[in-house]
T-cell receptor, first 113, second 114 residues
Framework: DAGVIQSPRHEVTEMGQEVTLRCKPI?????LFWYRQTMMRGLELLIY????????DSGMPEDRFSAKMPNASFSTLKIQPSEPRDSAVYFC???????????FGSGTRLTVV | AQSVTQLGSHVSVSEGALVLLRCNYS??????LFWYVQYPNQGLQLLLK??????LVKGINGFEAEFKKSETSFHLTKPSAHMSDAAEYFC????????????FGKGTKLSVIP
C-alpha cells in the first residue's frame, strides 16, 4: 500500500496565479479530507468528501478555494487566484471509518510570492 | 461540538526521562481519541487510538495513553525519551461513530535534550 499520495511536494507560485494540489487516497477509503496547516492557525479542516461527494466545505476560507473528487482515486484542491496568505502546508487524508483514524499524505508546501 | 486542549505548546525532556504530553477534550458523547506524531517536513502519523474497551492503549514507539472519562483526559506517556522522539504531537477527538470528523489540538512540540 503506497499510502496517501500528494503532489506536488512543493509549489512556489506568484500571487494571482492558479494553483492545483492533487491527492490520491488509499484504495477502499470512503472518506477524504483536505487540511491546511500554518503556524498561526494550526491544522484546519477545509473540506471532506464521502464516496466522492462533498459533505462539509464550511472550512473553505473563500470562494477562491474549490475542491473536487471526480472519482474514488483522485481529488484536487484549487486556489484561484492565489494570495500570499494562502502560503501553508496542505494535507490530504483518507479514512475508511473515523474509528480507524486518518492516514495523512506527506503534504504540499505552498508558497505564494 | 467537541474540542481539544493540549497543555504546553513546547515540552522539553532529557533523554531517558519520562515523556508526558497532556490532552483534555470536551465531547457531548463518548469520544474516539487519537494521538498523532508529525516529524519535520512530514505528514501526521497515527501513534495510537482509543475507541472502546480497555482505557489504557499502547501505540507505536513505546508510547501509551490512558482514557480517563472522569477527567476528560487522554494524556500521552513514554517511560524513557529517545532522541528520535523529538517531533510535534497532536491529540484529536471525534464524537464517536456519529461523526467522521476529527478535531485536532494545536499540537505540542517535544524536544529531547541529550
Amino acid at each position: 500500500d503506497a499510502g496517501v499520495i500528494q503532489s506536488p511536494r512543493h509549489e512556489v507560485t506568484e500571487m494571482g496565479q492558479e494553483v492545483t494540489l492533487r491527492c490520491k487516497p488509499i484504495s477502499g477509503h470512503d472518506y477524504l479530507f483536505w487540511y491546511r496547516q500554518t503556524m498561526m492557525r494550526g491544522l484546519e479542516l477545509l473540506i471532506y468528501f464521502n464516496n466522492n461527494v462533498p459533505i462539509d466545505d464550511s472550512g473553505m476560507p473563500e470562494d477562491r478555494f474549490s475542491a473536487k473528487m471526480p472519482n474514488a482515486s483522485f481529488s484536487t484542491l484549487k486556489i484561484q487566484p492565489s494570495e500570499p496568505r494562502d502560503s501553508a502546508v496542505y494535507f490530504c487524508a483518507s479514512s475508511p471509518l473515523v474509528k480507524g483514524g486518518y492516514t495523512f499524505g506527506s503534504g504540499t508546501r505552498l508558497t505564494v510570492v | 461540538a467537541q474540542s481539544v486542549t493540549q497543555l504546553g505548546s513546547h515540552v522539553s525532556v532529557s533523554e531517558g526521562a519520562l515523556v508526558l504530553l497532556r490532552c483534555n477534550y470536551s465531547s457531548s458523547v463518548p469520544p474516539y481519541l487519537f494521538w498523532y506524531v508529525q516529524y519535520p517536513n512530514q505528514g501526521l502519523q497515527l501513534l495510537l487510538k482509543y475507541t472502546t474497551g480497555a482505557t489504557l492503549v499502547k501505540g507505536i514507539n513505546g508510547f501509551e495513553a490512558e482514557f480517563k472519562k472522569s477527567e476528560t483526559s487522554f494524556h500521552l506517556t513514554k517511560p524513557s525519551a529517545h532522541m528520535s522522539d523529538a517531533a510535534e504531537y497532536f491529540c484529536a477527538v471525534s464524537d464517536g461513530a456519529g461523526s467522521y470528523q476529527l478535531t485536532f489540538g494545536k499540537g505540542t512540540k517535544l524536544s529531547v535534550i541529550p
